[in-house]
């Protein structure tokens, strides 16, 4: 079995440079729910039999253009952290 991870693309948020503890946690919300910039990357050419993503939308868009139109199994066991 092989397993490859991948990290999303760059997310298109821009952090301020000071915040309070609820402006960070709205931050991170921001963080999450963003696009990303996908354009420097290049689809895969793999066999990939299942593909499992985060449920966050950053990885599915990374997904969609590393993988095309391949079926994705999204899951929320693939998640460093989870904001409240």
Known sequence: MKILIIRHAK??????KWCTSSEFDEQC???DTP?????PLNPL????????????IR????????FGDEKFTRTS??????VP
Do not use: E, F, P
């Open 35 to 39: 696009s990303v910039d996908t354009s």
């Open 11 to 16: 997310v298109n948020h821009i952090w301020k």
């Open 45 to 56: 050419m793999c066999d990939a039999s299942d593909i499992y993503i985060s449920k966050l």
């Open 29 to 31: 919300s921001m963080y």
């Open 77 to 82: 066991l693939i998640m460093g952290y989870q």
């Open 59 to 66: 990885t599915y868009y990374t997904a969609r253009k590393m």
